[in-house]
């Protein structure tokens, strides 16, 4: 189960998580497509606003459609930066290096690690998670109500956004060259929480039917961020060194 990478680049993601059989929540209707993000210079990663969406109706014939929409706003400067160490990976490291191919990846990596953790399956993250964060979770996840273990799960189609939070390269004392990832990822989650905790939790309900059937959402973030060695001889692999679920694993 480790992340391993592929020698056609990033592909590593998608193929190396091949984990036992998981629910995933059928495909949704593609949404209708959301207005014109109006142009911005603040936040992380984009110059204007973006979108992602899901829309979900009951059974044929039942009830209005309904659509959680996601807005991010980020900066030009942010945006800049990134791509320019984008170009650095693939100019001195891997060149075919593609983030999109790495988002991908990253969000069933997440959805994988996620729900492992909320059925306290750690021992199935040997290979995934570092040793030291290891270590940390199986002290947090012992400690967890059931409703906050519950949150911690990510299915694959309930991810709402996805976004890089930060890029670094650099070396260590012996010489060794790394790259990481930060990915923060936006998603939508059943569990039984108070409205008011998570204190970034916003709360959604979404009607399936007539006005006397919800189902409430929490809209919910998460930290990951993936590291892999890149000194001659390493292995190819990518881990996860960062795991952040604010106000649920802290």
């Known amino acids: 189960m480790a992340l391993r990478a592929a020698t056609g680049g990033c592909r590593w993601l998608a193929r190396a998580l091949a984990a036992p059989a998981l629910a995933r929540v059928p495909p949704l209707p593609p949404p209708p497509p959301p207005p014109p993000p109006a142009a911005a210079a603040s936040g992380l990663l984009l110059a204007r606003a973006r979108f992602a969406s899901t829309a979900g ?9 309904r659509r959680v929409v996601v807005v991010r706003i980020t900066s ?6 990134t791509r320019f160490y984008y170009l650095l990976i693939r100019l001195y490291f ?6 999109e191919e790495f988002t991908r990846g990253a969000k069933q990596a997440f959805s994988v690690v996620s729900k492992l953790l909320s059925q306290r ?3 199935l993250l040997d290979e995934l998670v570092s040793a030291e964060v290891l270590q940390v979770l199986k002290e947090k996840i012992s400690l967890l109500p059931d409703s906050h273990r519950d949150a911690l799960a990510a299915d694959i189609d309930s991810i709402m956004y996805t976004t890089e939070g930060d890029v670094r390269i650099y070396y260590d004392d012996d010489g060794r060259k790394f790259v990481s990832i930060l990915m923060c990822f936006w998603y939508l989650n059943g569990a039984n929480l108070p409205d ?9 309900q979404v009607v399936f ?10 809209l919910l973030t998460a930290n990951y961020e993936f ?3 890149f000194t001659e001889g390493a292995k190819p692999d990518w881990t996860i060194t960062r795991i952040e679920h604010p106000r649920l694993l802290e």
């Open 196 to 204: 008011e905790v998570p204190g970034e939790t916003k709360v959604f």
């Open 209 to 218: 039917g007539d006005e006397s059937s919800k189902e409430k959402k929490h």
């Open 121 to 123: 399956k750690l021992e």
């Open 227 to 229: 590291q892999r060695e």
């Open 76 to 81: 030009p400067f942010a945006w800049l930066r």
């Open 57 to 65: 109706q009951g059974p044929a014939g039942e009830g209005p459609q």
């Open 94 to 99: 891997d060149q075919e290096f593609s983030i």
